[in-house]
C-alpha cells in the first residue's frame, strides 16, 4: 500500500506506450507482458520499491484506498471515526497512508 501510495502521489508516472516504444519493458518487468519480476527494485520512492512496473502491477482497488484517505482527511478524523462504513482494513490504510504523508514532509 505505502508504495502504491508513494508512486501514485509522486506526479511522475510511466505511460505504456511510451516505454513499449522505448523497449523498457523486460528492464522495467511489465507485468501486463508476464514479465518475472526483477532481481532489484524497478522503481523506488521514499520508503518502498517494486520490482514490477508498478502501471502493470496496481489495481482499482488501490486509487479506492488512496480516495478514501484524501476524503478522511477533507472529513477530519473525529468526523470518520462516527461513520460507520469505515472498517478495520480501511482505518489501517488510512493510517498507513497519513504516517507516510508526514514522513515524507
Known amino acids: 500500500m505505502i508504495a502504491a501510495f508513494q508512486y501514485l502521489s509522486g ?6 506506450g ?15 507482458l508476464q514479465c518475472q519480476p526483477s532481481q532489484t527494485p524497478v522503481w523506488a520512492g521514499t520508503s518502498a520499491v ?20 484524501r476524503w478522511c482527511r477533507v472529513m477530519e478524523a ?6 460507520p462504513a469505515i472498517d478495520c482494513d480501511a ?4 493510517q498507513a ?7 515524507e514532509r
Do not use: N
Open 11 to 16: 506526479g511522475v508516472r510511466w505511460e505504456c
Open 18 to 32: 511510451q516505454c513499449r516504444e522505448r523497449k523498457l519493458e523486460q528492464s522495467r518487468a511489465c507485468a501486463f
Open 97 to 103: 497512508m497519513e504516517r507516510e504523508r508526514r514522513h
Open 50 to 69: 517494486y520490482f514490477q512496473c508498478p502501471e502493470s502491477v496496481l489495481d482499482g482497488s488501490v486509487s479506492y484506498w488512496i480516495a478514501l484517505e
Open 78 to 83: 473525529a468526523k470518520v471515526l462516527e461513520f
Open 91 to 94: 482505518m489501517t490504510a488510512i
